[in-house]
């Protein structure tokens, strides 16, 4: 939706952003606001075809500076520690602008060295992620979700906690888990005992009516 975002959210947004935990407390996260439509489009264009982009009326671009982060740890800093930091820097200013009733996107396919180019980020930076944000103008369908169970281990990788909800005291999942489990066995049962109650009463109405 092409409704402006206000001053004040934007603020709280990249606020937000910059409580983001680094490694070292290197802080070496960077962000550029872009309002001009004209920039926006162009950007939109070098995303893989997401243009849909486009229809942001505000994006932010978060980079790191690289050079710094690898001056204090090598290679790791370089490739991970760098796009670590930028990544919990996104993820706070998504829950934000969600908190404010605001609608964002993770976009990390694009155009790197374009992107670069059109926004004279420096070589020593590097741009990780696009954010478009702007009011949503319709309800994201519910995501698939992998079940809790599938995805935390215990004490090592693939050695799965049975019960999970019991581990984190969410017993009524627990249980509406027990009674989804159990419900096709109930209704066999139920249905079992309809059919037996039906015999039996069928032969006693014989019996009567024979006497």
Not at 91 to 103: V, Y
Not at 157 to 162: A, C, P, S
Request: net charge negative; glycine share 4%.
């Amino acid at each position: 939706m092409q409704t402006p975002v206000e001053f004040d959210k934007v603020t709280a947004i990249l606020e937000a952003a910059t409580k983001a935990p680094s490694a070292g407390n290197m802080q070496d996260y960077r962000f550029i606001v872009i309002t001009d439509k004209d920039l926006i489009g162009k950007i939109a264009e070098h995303c893989t075809e997401q243009f849909w982009i486009a229809t942001a009326p505000l994006l932010i671009v978060v980079c790191t500076d690289i050079e710094r982060t690898k001056a204090h740890y090598g290679l790791r800093g370089e490739r991970l520690y760098a796009t670590q930091n930028a990544a919990a820097a996104t993820q706070n200013m998504l829950l934000t602008a969600h908190n404010l009733d605001l609608g964002t996107c993770w976009v990390g396919s694009f155009d790197e060295d374009y992107m670069s180019d059109i926004l004279k980020i420096p070589k020593h930076a590097r741009p990780q992620a696009i954010i478009p944000v702007g009011y949503p103008d319709e309800e994201p369908r519910e995501k698939e979700e992998t079940p809790i169970e599938d995805m935390v281990y215990s004490n090592a990788y693939g050695n799965k906690i049975e019960n999970m909800h019991f581990v984190t005291q969410e017993y009524n999942k627990a249980i509406e888990k027990l009674i989804k489990k159990t419900e096709p066995i109930v209704e066999s049962g139920v249905e079992k005992l309809k059919q037996q109650a039906q015999k039996a009463y069928e032969k006693a109405r014989d019996k009567i009516s024979k006497k």
